[in-house]
C-alpha cells in the first residue's frame, strides 16, 4: 500500500479483506486497484452492497461516491483489516453488533456518532497495546488525523524489532497445531461414534438372536435353521382387554413395563431365551439358538412355575384388590427360525 500511495495510482479506492490474496510464494498481494473510472459496483442485492461498505471511510460514505476516495480513505480500510486479522472476525460480527443488518451499521458509521461508531474491541485481549492504538488511529473520524502508510510502515518495524519471521517454521508450528487440533476431533468423534455402536448393539441384540444379531453387522443374509429339539412357551393375561379399558394409558404402560421386568429378571436364570413381548403376551424358547438338547423341556417348565408364583404375587398399582392371572402355553418339537 505504501508502494501504491507513491505511485501515480495514489490510492486503493475499495481495500477490504477480499482483494488481499496470498500468491504461490506466501507472499501477500494487494488485488483489484486501479482503472476506477472504468468500473462499476456490481452486487446482486443491496444487502451485499451495504456489506461491502463495512470497510468503506466515514467521509466517502457521505460524499454518496465510492469513486471519491484518498489515501487517508484505504488507511482507515487497512484499520479493519488489520481489526480482522488480529481478532479472527468479521468487522461489526462481535456480540451486540450482530443483531444488526450491514445497512444499520453502514447508516451509523456515516451519521458520525459521538464517539464514532467502530467495531468494537473484545477485551480482554493479547494484543499489544501498541497494535490496539495503531488499528484505532486507522479508523479516526477526520483523515487528517489517521497516520499514512509510511508511518504505518515504520510503526510496524518498531513493534516487531528483534523478531524473525521464518515462512516454513511458521508453516510447520500452523501444520502441528492443525494436527493436533484433528487428532483431538477424531479422537472426540470416535468416542462418540464408538458410544452410539454400543447402543445400537445393545438394542439390535435384545431384539435379535445373537447369531442372527451377527449376520446382520457383517452385511450377510441370515438363513433360516431347523431345531429339532426345542421348546417354546407363551402367556398372556387373563382379561387383559378388560384391565386395559379401565385404566389410563400410562398406567397400562406402567403395568406392563413392572410386568415384563420381573419377567426379564426371572429368565436369566435359566437356559431360554426371549423371543419377544406382544402386548400382553410374552414369548420364549430353549433349545434355540443355542441347542441344549436333553434341558430344553426342563428349562422351560421350571421357568413357567417361576412366572406363575411370580405373578401370583403381583399387585397391580392401579388397582391393588385385583387379582392377576396369566394363561401359560407349552409345546415341545421341532421349530425353524428366520428372519422376517
Known sequence: MHFLHQSGIKCHGRLRSSKCVIDGRWVLQITDWGLASLRTHSYETEEARNRALLWTAPEVLRSHDDSMVTPKADVYSFG???????FRNSPYDTE?????SPEDVVARVRYGERPPYRP??????????EVVDLMLDCWREKPNDRPDFSLIKKQYKDMNKGIKYNIVDNMLRMMEKYSNDLEEIIDSRTKLLTEEIKKTDSLLYRMLPP????CMK??????????KHATIYFSDIVSFTKLAG????????????????????IILKYDVYKVETIGDAYLVASGLPVPNVER????????ALDVLSTVMAFTVRHEPGRKLEIRIGLHSGPVVTGRA
Do not use: C, S
Open 80 to 86: 479493519i483489516i488489520l481489526y480482522e486479522t488480529m
Open 96 to 100: 451486540g453488533d450482530m443483531a444488526m
Open 120 to 129: 468494537r474491541i473484545p477485551e480482554p485481549n493479547q494484543l499489544k497495546p
Open 211 to 214: 447369531t442372527a444379531a451377527d
Open 218 to 227: 457383517r452385511g450377510q443374509q441370515y438363513q433360516p435353521e431347523l431345531f
Open 246 to 265: 379401565a385404566a389410563t394409558p400410562l398406567q397400562v404402560v406402567d403395568f406392563l413395563n413392572e410386568l415384563w421386568t420381573a419377567f426379564d429378571d
Open 296 to 303: 430344553h423341556a426342563a428349562e422351560i417348565a421350571l421357568m
